[in-house]
């Protein structure tokens, strides 16, 4: 399968804490993407991780990339009420355009 | 820049109708992609078009069909529905680099179809 595999499904968290989240995959990859969706509407892109690289950050996100454990995991810290989200990461093979999506991982984060 | 636009953003359709929903992709990006959204299957992948030309086509049947014009903006269209068609329809459009997989996707706000 090229999919994702987000874990856990669901995470609730107090804001201001840290949430991580964790994607594993089983086919070699050129790189992985991160997305975060608001209740039914479209996804956002936050960050894409080349194979070659380990870490990256965007604000307050920091991604990793383990390509030897196949998985990636999202920090999202000082978390606040709008990250509330399902959050999906889309691996992708080096000539596959498109992106096989997992169920992603509901967070939920309290006021 | 302007992001990806989709209309109309809420339908509601009856079985046996067919709709068409449209993707305006990001200014100079050539390559558009969409996906249907379910609570059970989760986001799949339907096609994809570069140049006007189907680059690739997800596992769907041959109800589900696109077609992209000379400005990059796309049509899909889906003939006979079902009420499985009911869905989040969300279309991507990407700048596609030299080596295939290595662009960045950016995703519309989708269309809800509801089919009754």
């Known amino acids: 399968s090229q999919q994702g595999e987000e874990d856990p499904q669901a995470l609730s968290i107090q804001e201001g804490e840290n949430a991580t989240m964790n994607c594993s995959y089983k086919?070699?990859?050129?790189?992985l993407q991160w997305y975060r969706q608001n209740s039914g509407r479209g996804l956002v892109h936050l960050i894409l991780?080349?194979?070659?690289?380990r870490e990256k950050h965007s604000g307050r996100l920091r991604v990793t990339l383990d390509t030897s454990k196949k998985s990636s995991s999202l920090l999202i810290t000082a978390s606040r009420a709008a990250d509330t989200a399902s959050y999906f990461c889309?691996?992708?093979?080096?000539?596959?355009?498109?992106?096989?999506f997992g169920t992603g991982t509901r967070l939920t984060v309290i006021p | 820049k302007a992001g990806v636009t989709q209309t109309p953003r809420y339908l509601i359709k009856t079985r046996g109708q067919q709709v068409t929903l449209s993707c305006s992709p990001i200014?100079?990006?050539?390559?558009v992609s969409w996906y249907q959204q379910t609570p059970g299957q989760g986001l799949q992948f339907l096609f994809e078009?570069?140049?006007?030309?189907?680059?690739n086509k997800g596992n769907f049947p041959g109800r589900f069909s696109g077609r992209q014009f000379s400005n990059s903006r796309s049509e899909m269209n889906v003939s006979t529905l079902e009420l499985g068609d009911s869905a989040l329809y969300l279309c991507?459009?990407?700048?596609?680099?030299?080596?295939?997989?290595?662009?960045?996707?950016?995703f519309g706000p989708g269309t809800r179809l509801t089919v009754l």
């Open positions: 078009y570069f140049s006007e030309t189907q680059r």
């Open positions: 991507a459009s990407s700048q596609p680099l030299a080596r295939l997989g290595t662009d960045t996707q950016y």
């Open positions: 200014s100079g990006h050539r390559s």
């Open positions: 086919t070699s990859i050129n790189n």
């Open positions: 991780i080349r194979s070659n690289e």
């Open positions: 889309a691996p992708r093979r080096a000539g596959a355009n498109n992106l096989f």
